[in-house]
T-cell receptor, first 114, second 112 residues
Framework: AAGVIQSPRHLIKEKRETATLKCYPIPRHDTVYWYQQGPGQDPQFLISFYEKMQSDKGSIPDRFSAQQFSDYHSELNMSSLELGDSALYFC?????????????FGPGTRLTVL | GENVEQHPSTLSVQEGDSAVIKCTYSDSASNYFPWYKQELGKRPQLIIDIRSNVGEKKDQRIAVTLNKTAKHFSLHITETQPEDSAVYFCAATGAGSYQLTFGKGTKLSVIP
C-alpha cells in the first residue's frame, strides 16, 4: 500500500539559509500534519492542514511557513535556519479529521544545520 | 493546552516478561489515545489506540487500558520479545483538535 512520501530524506544547510521540505500524503488523504522531533525528544506538533486550509497551529516558529496545495501535498518552508532547527521533521496524513482517522507518518526528513 | 506525562523513561525486562508503560493527561476533553513505537531514526508507528468511550482494548500481545476519571492510560505488552525493544510514545488528542500531544517516551529494552 502507498505510504506518506517525504523529500528530501536528508538535508544539510548552513545557518541563515532556507530549506523546503515536501510531503506527499497517502492517496485520498486530505489532511496533513507536520511534527518536529529533536534528538532524544518526543515529536512536537507544528501545523496541520485540512482540505488545503490551515486547521491547527502548534509550536511553529514565525520563520517557518507551510501550505497545502491543490493535489494535497504540503511544503514546509524554513528560513533563517538556526542550529536548533536540526531535527527530524515528520509529516503525517489522515483521511479527514476525526477520531477515527489514524495519522500515518512518513519516513521523515533529517535536517542538519551547520 | 494538553500535557501528557509518561513513565518510566526507561524500562528493561527479560524476554518473556511483561512490560507496562503509564501515561497521564491533563485535558479532560481529550478523547483519543494512540500508542506509537519508534525505532532509532525511523518513523513513529501506531501499535494500538483507544477512544474515550472504551475502557480496554487488546491486540494479541498488546493491550491498552483507559481510566477517564483518573485521566490515566497504560500500555501492556506481554511475552516480550527482543524485537519489542524500541522507544514507545503515548499521545492524546483533545476535543476539537486533532494534533497529537506526545509523552516524553519510554525506552524499552528486552534482554534475551
Amino acid at each position: 500500500a502507498a505510504g506518506v512520501i517525504q523529500s528530501p530524506r536528508h538535508l544539510i544547510k548552513e545557518k541563515r539559509e532556507t530549506a523546503t521540505l515536501k510531503c506527499y500524503p497517502i492517496p485520498r488523504h486530505d489532511t496533513v500534519y507536520w511534527y518536529q522531533q529533536g534528538p532524544g525528544q518526543d515529536p512536537q506538533f507544528l501545523i496541520s492542514f485540512y482540505e488545503k486550509m490551515q486547521s491547527d497551529k502548534g509550536s511553529i516558529p514565525d520563520r517557518f511557513s507551510a501550505q497545502q496545495f491543490s493535489d494535497y501535498h504540503s511544503e514546509l518552508n524554513m528560513s533563517s535556519l538556526e542550529l536548533g532547527d536540526s531535527a527530524l521533521y515528520f509529516c503525517a496524513s489522515s483521511n479527514g479529521q476525526g477520531l477515527s482517522n489514524e495519522q500515518f507518518f512518513g519516513p521523515g526528513t533529517r535536517l542538519t544545520v551547520l | 493546552g494538553e500535557n501528557v506525562e509518561q513513565h518510566p523513561s526507561t524500562l528493561s525486562v527479560q524476554e518473556g516478561d511483561s512490560a507496562v508503560i503509564k501515561c497521564t493527561y491533563s485535558d479532560s476533553a481529550s478523547n483519543y489515545f494512540p500508542w506509537y513505537k519508534q525505532e532509532l531514526g525511523k518513523r513513529p508507528q501506531l501499535i494500538i489506540d483507544i477512544r474515550s468511550n472504551v475502557g480496554e482494548k487488546k491486540d494479541q500481545r498488546i493491550a491498552v487500558t483507559l481510566n477517564k476519571t483518573a485521566k490515566h492510560f497504560s500500555l501492556h505488552i506481554t511475552e516480550t520479545q527482543p524485537e519489542d525493544s524500541a522507544v514507545y510514545f503515548c499521545a492524546a488528542t483533545g476535543a476539537g483538535s486533532y494534533q497529537l500531544t506526545f509523552g516524553k517516551g519510554t525506552k524499552l529494552s528486552v534482554i534475551p
